[in-house]
Structures are given as C-alpha cells and as structure tokens.
C-alpha cells in the first residue's frame, strides 16, 4: 500500500524559490480546496512530475520551470510502501533524479529512463495511466474507467492485483503468433513450389503410366519396357528438369553455391520391380553402400537421389537402415555371389538397369533388421549419402512401382581423380561415370 506524506517544490511553476510544503498524511483525508489560480493543480503536476517525470496536466516540461527565476526547479516527496519509506528527488536546471530508501541513496547504476522503471515497476507497482486513474482524479485528465481503452483497463486491473505476468505472458504469446505466421508464410511457399514440382511430375508420369499399364508379366518384356523407359527418362532429361526445380534446397543439402559444382551420373536407372514371386525375387537389389561396387575414394562422397514415379507405397519403396552411413567399410563383412546365384549376367538387360551381376551380401556388421520403408510418395524425392546402406527393395504390392535413380557429387571430389569408367550402362560417347552438370 501506497501512502504519500509530503509533497515539497521550488521553482515549480509559479511558486517562488522557497519550498513550498504540503502535509499529505496528517489527517485520514485531505481535501484542498482555493480559488481559481490558487495552485490546486500545482500540487498534483508536482506529485505526478516528481514520480513519474511528466505533470497531470498536459504541460511542456520546460515550461514546468518558474519562468522568473529559469533555474533550480526542484520537486521532493516523501511516501511509504507497505510501511517501507522512501524519498524521491526530481528537478530541472540542473536535471535531478534520486531515490532513496530508509534515508540511503540508491545506487542510481543505469541511465534515468531505467531508474524510472525501476521505480515505477519495482517500488510504485504503477504506472502513469494506473496513478492518474485511481490515486490522483482530476478533470484535466480523468478518464472514467468503463471509457478508457481494452488495453488501458486491463493496465489498471493487472497494477492493482499485481498481476501483470499475464501482459507478459500474452506479450509473449503475440510474439509466437507472429513467428508461427512468418513461418506458415514458408510452409505455403513450399507446398507452392513442391506443387509444382508434383505439377512437372504428373504430366511426364502420364506418358510413363500409359505405357507402364500395358507392361506384361513376363520378367524379359517387362525389362525391355523399362529399359526403353530408362532410355527415354534421360533422353528427355527428366531428372534434369527435377534437379532444376528442386535445386534450391539440394544446394543447400550439398552445401554448394552453384549448379556447375556439381558432377551427374551419365546414366539413370529406371527402377521398375514387379510383385514378389519365384521370378521376379530378383529384380530389386539387395542391401548395399556404393562402395561395395567401386574402388574409387570419391565414391564415399557421392549423394545418391531417388525420385517414385507411380504405384510406389510402403509394401514396395526402397529400405533404408538409418545412421549405417557412420560404418566403416572394414567393418562390414560382406560375400560376392556368382552370376549364377544372382540370376544376372554380365551386359544384360538386367545389368544395364542398374542389377549388380556379381552382387554382395551383407554377412556382418550390419543389423539388417532395422531396415526400414522409405514409404515416399509420388511428386516426394530422397537424397542420401553413397555411405548409407539401402535398397532391399522388394514389392509386396499387386502392381509393379516405378522410380529412378541417379547420383550427383561435388566436383571437388573428382579433381585430380580418374573418372571411373561405365560405358556399359552409360549413355555419353566417352563412356565415362560423372559429367558436369
């Protein structure tokens, strides 16, 4: 509770260069009362100035000084707060603002627009508006409480009932809702951009999917079809298209500024697995890393890309088993089958669609049975590292999936490297694995 005792100033409008003193707590109430001009109003600029640097009524504060003297205007007041006294000092020519406690100074550390918070926040428990309305009333500016603004009442109550964590915590509460809107703001812009993509998508899908419906059972037709398919894929620079509409956030996974640092494979893979049988359990390939298949350093910095095309669900989409990318190779122990075993010769069709024919098999080092389903969905993509074990993707589904497959690398990694040779499946005249982008 806020008691005033005595209010003292000098030089204070039009009082002289004595103080003026007035008695606040002598009696239970005290009414002052004189003619017009008297100062009644004086007393009350004195008590708001001195407390919260600006008068009740709407006077400039140079003005505040008496325009006699020009100088010395000094304003004191005496209060207690929950019988705590305290004395605050404020004036102007020279500017002055102290408070003090129990008769000691308070350490004034930070500059006067702190203090003043300090004071109003930590020793009033108010503010200005809060003063005005319920401590000090008076006509020149009483605003009644039902018509002073939401916000306004809501000061008042929550300085009344010490409650203003509730401002905070709503002042908070405004600020996540700016930060959740900036952020659907994104999210719309990439839905936008993903629909598009999704858009490019569909219209190359139709003539893939016309012609994938007429693909029959048997394994060689179905082989011949997709790689007729794979062939049109890179003639028409599908994947291209794909890598130019998704290029904003590849770079950012690659960490490169620029499309000309990066290599392409010079072949793409059309994976096309059937339904699971007695003939067709080898049409998907089994667990591996790249490295299985290359003796070239830079292939541990390859980034593989995987794109469905159609009737790709999570029965028949490629496995991955996360954080085996962490492995060292010498850790992982692996057995090369025979072409026989793999059912796959050596510049077949099936080799030319990207099916190892002297495959590896994982024996240790890796546990298998964390495997788990991409479950990608059409108009989605998965970028990972050469390093991560994949694949296994077998089709429990009744239709055949189709997707592609293709790798990019920073170029970086290629210099001064021998670029490995592919001419079996690559579709460039050298033959060679990489080409710029």
């Known amino acids: 509770m806020i008691i005033l005792q005595e209010i003292r100033f000098q030089n204070f409008l039009s009082t002289g260069n004595l103080f003026t003193k ?19 109003s004086t007393v009350m600029d004195a008590i708001c100035f001195v407390l919260f640097n600006k008068p009740f009524r709407k006077i400039n504060k140079p003005q505040l000084v008496n325009s006699i003297t020009n100088k010395n205007m000094l304003t004191e007041i005496d209060f207690s707060v929950n019988g705590v006294p305290y004395m605050v000092r404020r004036g102007i020519k020279p500017a002055v603002f102290e408070i003090y406690c129990n008769g000691k100074f308070l350490n004034q550390s930070a500059d006067n627009r702190d203090f003043q918070e300090i004071l109003e926040s930590n020793i009033l428990k108010m503010n200005y508006k809060t003063f005005c ?38 002042n908070l509460l405004k600020d996540k809702v700016a930060n959740n809107k900036t952020e659907l703001q994104e999210l719309e812009h990439s839905i936008s951009l993903c629909k598009k993509a999704i858009e490019l998508n569909e219209r190359h899908q139709k003539e893939l999917k016309n012609k994938s419906d007429k693909i029959i059972k048997d394994k060689k037709k179905f082989s011949l079809k997709c790689m007729s398919l794979q062939n049109k894929v890179y003639k028409k620079k599908f994947h291209l298209e794909i890598l130019k509409e998704n290029f904003k956030d590849i770079k950012k996974i690659l960490k490169v500024k620029k499309q000309d640092d990066l290599a392409i494979t010079t072949f793409v893979h059309f994976r096309g697995v059937q339904r699971n049988n007695s003939k067709t359990k080898k049409n998907f390939l089994g667990y591996h890393r790249e490295t299985f298949y290359s003796d070239f350093d830079y292939t541990k910095h390859q980034i593989n890309i995987s794109l469905p095309l159609f009737n790709y669900n999570n029965k028949n989409s490629l496995r991955i088993i996360p954080r085996t990318h962490k492995i060292p190779d010498k850790k992982i122990i692996t057995k090369k089958l025979s072409s026989e075993q793999s059912g796959v010769k050596r510049f077949s069709l099936d080799h030319r669609l990207g099916l190892p ?18 479950n990608l969905k059409t108009g989605q993509m998965i970028i990972f590292s050469a390093m991560l074990i994949h694949g296994n993707g077998s089709n429990l589904s009744k ?35 990489w080409m710029p982008l």
């Not at 007035?22 to 009644?40: A, R």
């Not at 024919?357 to 991409?374: F, L, T, W």
């Open 357 to 374: 024919y002297n495959p590896k098999v994982i024996v240790n080092g890796v546990d298998i049975s964390k495997g788990e389903r991409a």
């Open 133 to 170: 309305q319920i401590v000090i009333l008076g006509s020149a500016n009483f605003t009644p409480f039902m018509q002073l603004p939401a916000a306004a009442r809501r000061n008042i109550i929550e300085d009344l009932l010490d409650i203003q964590v509730f401002s905070v915590m709503n």
């Open 399 to 433: 239709k055949p999936r189709f997707s592609i497959d293709f790798g990019l690398i920073n170029k970086k990694y290629l210099k001064g490297k021998k670029n490995k040779e592919h001419s079996h499946i690559s579709y460039e005249k050298n033959g060679k694995y």
């Open 22 to 40: 007035i008695k606040l707590n002598d009696t239970k109430t005290t009414l002052i009362c004189g003619s017009n001009g008297s100062g009644k």
